[in-house]
């Protein structure tokens, strides 16, 4: 019988869907019901190639490949239950099983293999990243792949990474496993079900769910809906808009694998999974044959305007040409292939966000509307974690581990755009095996948002990158820059410039490091409009930012608070600035890459109408929504930072407003008059820094913005004043052991363990306890003391000029600078392999050193970390791991090079113990291990004089 009533309604029946059911059902939730419109699988599912591996460099999809190959394992070994001898209470904990589960996954191991020099490299890296959050993974020679797979060839091979326990799972097979035993359990699933409405009540909750076959009245629905995700969201509306509906961006593009059998050769069953990111194909074996498959640098989008509800279980025709250069690398690595006969060639597409993350979590706007799709290339590897996530997110409130980078709320209005999110996505496949280099740019969708100043930083000799939209400058190339005197000058958006240098000649050092020592020594000038701006105003505003915020909001018009948004565990959702402009209205500043985050939290706050106490006779009602407003207003207002030790000589040549340190205090904000604008025209200006030295932000509108700009850079001139990029700021900040947030802390870890203990203000200004969200998990752990803190190291200089290894001397020049094999820099022996169209540089061909250069004992010949320029430093990018004694403590989260200073600088959390000056550990880079030390927390000004005089 068709239901009236659930607790939880699923659309989607395919992995996460099924998966999601299975353990709501198994917590002992009832009324689970999953609908599907066809059949179970029969989406981007059931043509899935169902490759899964542990390997991840990130801790969070690391953790859900582990769990997900725990219950693929398990469904083979463990028994079902028998839902006739089903129990009362506690489904999981008092079911009988019985013997009949078939084998869907396929523990056949696997192998990725490096077949470049600069994949090699990455290799090594990723390695090193795997084993700081816990992976048991070495790099192996390319002797050893081509022993444990002997039908490729070990030519352009470098080395690889093998992992016994991953494998392969049947897609339909193993869904359908999860589908029954959630049946079992006390799930209902019905197919050929399509839902046409989504209901919401007057506070617009979700109430129920309109299908073909009737209503059901629910408060929770959770979209699975797979490539039809989208769709699904825009039957929502906040309340009181019309065609609006909920933003859940994803693109069908379309991937294509092939069943290709060799001639009178059968590959054994045991086969392992291979995995050749420079050639941009995977394989693994199916009915005697491989299953090639990959991603190709130029895929193809579909349905931008909706996927038709009638697509279920389809395939679109074979695109030969599409494929070819997958099958070229295929046969590039198993030479075999090229004699292998095509059995079938699966067209289907695949629903990819615009970072080929999913989109997982509560939706803002939408009390009771949940997200589980857009799983893009993480569908078996994470779908059987995502059951596990969303179940205990939705019974407990709380997700049982950091997903924010798969958090629903990561993606702003702009990714409305559906066009702008299919550029996104693409881009986002491109790169899922062709190797970007950490300070590569995205190329596609470029100038989507810009600033009013784009233009004149262009004619300055900008040098853009992209951040959430916007065009961001990187660095100023001094080489053609006005500060240089040249006659031409123009600016460019920087793509994948890396690429082009290779891994140990960052393209901007020069660059960044003038920019930085004009802050440090003169004055510099940013365009920092980027910022994510909001704006909450009302009666209750400051009661509802003291219930967020573990710092106290209460102060001064005028007054700057830096403070932390946390959850209920202690761990730090948002890290933001926020200025109280007047009794009833305070400014919330945001990372650039966060605003649509923190937007979403505090939007879901409101909605949970949390007690409050509400004006002077202390009451408290529910629902503060009525009484707050929250606006985004990023796009409306323009912002240009100026800090050095010369900014107040500078800021007092265009305003006659006292400016002085007594008037303009440290952390405190007001409004301006600028001699270059009309009397009228006030700009907001705020005393705050992210760089360590005195300065000022500039609120202006768009439209007064480059006079503005105009005003401070020509007022600067007699000091020195220098335009200047974010990558500046990144080594700035790492000097004065400014944090990051999502790097150096995110949900994980609260402030005391990240260094922020200082803005968390248990009590207010009079002794009262306050109240705000995390505040009962910070006590206990002041209770029980930390046992990790973020502390900052530094790499031991290495001597300049660092003598070469003898056997690796050919590919250098004299005074120690490497010779790195790229498209612009070959060494001695290089030669072309096999060129084709996917594997060129910016010359048009991929110059590879020759299998030749290799040692005595058979090992490629390759650059290292440790001969490095003149400077003798170490590029760190983060991510690196780091021992103590032999024994591994962790991964570096933000790592760089502060020119100050004159170290290389890293950010890690270690036990408390060890967090002092002096500490000796090792860095490993590239597979290379380096003297490090624990260093001062704050390694420039630690006592901030130049910020507050």
């Not at 707050?628 to 800021?651: N, Q």
């Not at 290495?798 to 612009?824: D, I, N, T």
């Not at 048009?844 to 058979?858: D, K, T």
Request: charged share 25%.
């Amino acid at each position: 019988m068709f239901p009236t009533h659930a607790r939880v309604v699923i659309i989607g029946g395919g992995i996460a869907g099924t998966s999601i059911a299975y353990h709501l059902a198994k917590m002992g939730e009832r009324d689970v019901v999953l609908l599907d419109k066809g059949e179970l699988t029969s989406g981007s599912t059931w043509h899935a190639a169902g490759m899964v591996t542990h390997f991840h460099t990130s801790p969070t999809l690391m953790r859900m490949r582990q769990y997900s190959i725990d219950l693929y394992r398990a469904l083979g070994s463990e028994r079902s239950p028998q839902r006739s001898d089903r129990a009362e209470g506690n489904a999981a904990a008092s079911v009988p099983y019985v013997d009949d589960a078939p084998q869907h996954w396929h523990e056949v191991g696997s192998l990725r293999v490096a077949s470049s020099p600069d994949q090699f490299l990455f290799l090594k890296r990723q390695v090193g990243m795997a084993k700081a959050i816990g992976l048991n993974v070495e790099i192996i020679s390319a002797d050893e792949c081509v022993k444990i797979f002997p039908w490729m060839t070990d030519e352009n091979l470098y080395g690889g990474m093998y992992l016994p326990n991953d494998g392969w799972i049947d897609p339909s097979g193993g869904t359908m496993e999860i589908a029954r035993r959630a049946k079992l359990y006390g799930a209902q699933i019905f197919t050929q079900v399509r839902v046409v409405e989504i209901q919401r009540d007057a506070r617009g909750a979700i109430c129920g769910v309109v299908t073909d076959h009737g209503a059901i009245q629910t408060e929770c629905v959770v979209n699975a809906g797979g490539m039809w995700g989208r769709q699904i969201g825009e039957m929502l509306a906040p309340s009181g808009a019309e065609g609006v509906g909920v933003n859940l961006p994803m693109t069908p593009l379309g991937h294509q694998h092939l069943l290709a059998r060799v001639p009178n050769f059968t590959f054994p069953k045991n086969t392992l999974c291979l995995r050749d990111p420079e050639n941009l194909v995977y394989l693994r074996e199916e009915v005697g044959g491989l299953v090639i498959g990959g991603f190709e640098l130029e895929p193809r989008e579909w349905a931008l305007d909706g996927v038709p509800w009638d697509f279920t279980q389809k395939l679109f025709p074979p695109d030969w040409e599409l494929f070819a250069p997958i099958m070229e690398g295929a046969i590039r690595r198993v030479p075999m292939l090229e004699h292998a006969d095509a059995q079938h060639l699966v067209h289907g597409p695949e629903a990819l966000t615009p970072d080929s993350k999913p989109l997982l979590g509560p939706v803002p706007g939408v009390p009771g509307f949940w997200a589980a799709c857009g799983l893009s290339h993480t569908g078996f590897g994470a779908g059987a974690a995502i059951g596990d996530i969303l179940s205990q997110w939705i019974v407990t409130g709380e997700p049982p581990y950091d997903v924010t980078e798969l958090n629903v709320r990561r993606f702003g209005e702009i990714y409305r755009d559906r066009a702008y999110a299919s550029e996104r996505a693409k881009e986002a496949y491109k790169y899922y095996y062709w190797l970007r280099f950490p300070h590569d740019e995205n190329e596609r969708a470029r100038e989507k948002r810009k600033s009013p100043l784009d233009a004149k930083l262009f004619d300055l000799g900008a040098v853009f990158g992209e951040k959430n939209g916007w065009e961001r400058v990187n660095y100023f190339d001094a080489a053609q820059s006005v500060i240089s005197n040249q006659s031409s000058v123009i600016g460019r958006r920087a793509g994948a410039d890396q690429r082009a240098t290779g891994w140990f000649n960052t393209p901007f050092l020069e660059q960044a490091g003038e920019e930085h020592r004009a802050a440090r020594e003169r004055v510099a000038l940013w365009d920092m409009t980027s910022f994510g701006k909001l704006d909450v105003r009302g009666p209750d505003a400051l009661q509802f930012l003291n219930f967020l915020a573990d710092n106290d909001l209460t102060k001064p018009v005028g007054s700057l608070i830096y403070t932390q948004f946390l959850n209920p565990r202690g761990g730090i959702e948002s890290d933001v600035t926020i200025a109280r402009l007047d009794e009833e209205h305070f400014r919330v500043i945001c990372g650039s890459n966060f605003v649509a985050s923190d937007l979403g939290w505090m939007t879901m706050q409101r909605e949970m109408g949390r007690q409050v106490e509400i004006g002077k006779q202390g009451t408290s009602r529910q629902g503060t929504s009525r009484q707050v407003e929250i606006r985004d207003v990023t796009e409306e207002y323009a912002v240009i930072g100026m800090w050095g030790p010369f900014a107040r000589k500078v800021l007092e040549r265009v305003t006659r407003d006292d400016v002085s340190n007594a008037g303009f205090p440290y952390m405190t904000g007001r409004h301006l008059t600028f001699d270059a604008l009309t009397n009228d025209v006030r700009i907001w200006a705020q005393r705050v820094t992210y760089v360590g030295e005195l300065g000022w932000e500039f609120y202006t509108s768009n439209a007064d913005a480059p006079r503005v700009w105009d005003a401070l850079m020509n007022a600067g001139q007699d000091f020195g004043i220098r335009p200047a990029g974010y990558k500046a700021i990144d080594s700035l900040r790492l000097e004065k052991g400014y944090r990051y947030w999502s790097t150096d802390m995110t949900p994980s870890e609260n402030p005391y363990e990240a260094g922020l203990g200082f803005c968390v203000k248990l009590n207010d200004a009079n002794g009262v306890p306050r109240d705000f969200i995390g505040r009962a998990a910070l006590m206990k752990w002041k209770q029980l003391r930390n046992k990790k803190k973020l502390a900052t190291i530094t790499l031991d200089p290495l001597p300049a000029p660092f003598s070469a290894c003898p056997e690796q001397g050919e590919g250098r020049v004299p005074g120690a600078e490497v010779l790195f094999p790229s498209p612009r820099r070959r060494g001695v022996g290089g030669e072309v392999f096999s060129p084709s169209p996917h594997r060129r540089g910016v010359g048009g061909e991929v110059l590879l050193p020759s299998p030749r250069r290799r040692g005595a004992g058979g090992e490629v010949l390759l650059p290292s970390p440790r001969r490095r320029g003149a400077g003798g430093e170490v590029g760190l990018y983060g991510g690196e791991p780091v021992y103590h004694n032999g024994a591994l403590m962790g991964r570096l989260r933000s790592g760089g090079y502060g020119y100050t200073v004159g170290k290389s600088i890293g950010l890690v959390y270690l036990p408390v113990e060890m967090v002092r000056s002096g500490t000796p550990l090792e860095i490993e880079v590239f597979g290379e291990r380096f003297a490090a030390q624990v260093d001062a927390d704050v390694l420039y000004d630690p006592k901030g004089e130049r910020i507050r005089t």
